[in-house]
């Protein structure tokens, strides 16, 4: 079983659309992340999200909007795309409490043409 | 939140050990410091986490001297397979308020 499960892997999509990415975690955890990582490598936290209430909302652009149904899912809506937004995209989750290790997802890799 | 300080990059052969080390002078005391490890084309993977003298588990041991302003670890006789980048992190409050610095890429050759 995957523990933490997105959707897309890929998405390849133009400029000015909207699109959606999802994000499932079957470990009971409590809380989820969104992660992006550019070309460069650097791994950058967009969103956290505890009990289905926003916790962590780093300097991201209005255009991206998390929604958190339920403990086990975050998706990740994106707005008017641009071509800077092209990168990987990475859900992860933990257990608030302590120094808990973080379980990441497979990623999805985004390309703005 | 402690900043942390690694090599940009590593090399080394297959079944040599590999020690990374990485400075966080400014460790408060309730710090923890937690490596991950991060394969092309994958999310980062939790590998091993220590406060303070040393730990060890089935992938890795983590050595941390008594002031804790660094940490090393290290890789015992490693593979190709263990080509990736790992990452040190360091904070006290939960996975949440970690930062992910550059990280080090360890190229294992044969």
């Known amino acids: 079983d995957t523990a933490v499960s997105q959707t897309p892997k890929y998405l390849v999509t133009q400029m000015g659309n909207d699109k959606s990415i999802k994000c499932e975690q079957n470990l009971g955890h409590d809380t989820m992340y969104w992660y992006k990582q550019d070309s460069k490598k650097f791994l950058k936290i967009m969103f956290s999200y505890n009990n289905k209430e926003l916790i962590i909302n780093e300097t991201v652009p209005n255009r991206f909007s998390p929604k958190s149904p339920d403990k086990a899912h975050l998706n990740l809506h994106i707005n008017s795309l641009e071509l800077g937004d092209s990168a990987v995209y990475f859900c992860?989750?933990?257990?608030?409490?302590?120094?808990?290790?973080?379980?990441f997802g497979q990623g999805t890799r985004l390309t703005v043409v | 939140l402690a900043k942390t300080t690694q090599p940009i990059s590593m090399d080394s052969y297959e079944g040599q050990e590999v020690n990374i080390t990485c400075s966080h002078n400014?460790?408060?005391?309730?710090?923890?410091i937690t490596w991950y490890q991060q394969f092309p084309s994958q999310g980062p993977r939790f590998i091993i986490q220590g406060y303070k003298t040393k730990v060890t588990n089935e992938v890795a041991s983590l050595f941390i001297p008594a002031d804790r302003k660094s940490s090393t670890l290290s890789l015992p006789r490693v593979s190709l397979s263990d080509t990736a980048v790992y990452y040190c992190l360091v904070g006290n409050t939960g996975f949440q308020k970690l930062v992910f610095g550059t990280g080090t890429r360890l190229l294992v050759s044969p």
């Open positions: 400014n460790i408060a005391t309730n710090d923890y």
């Open positions: 992860a989750s933990s257990q608030s409490g302590g120094n808990t290790e973080a379980f």
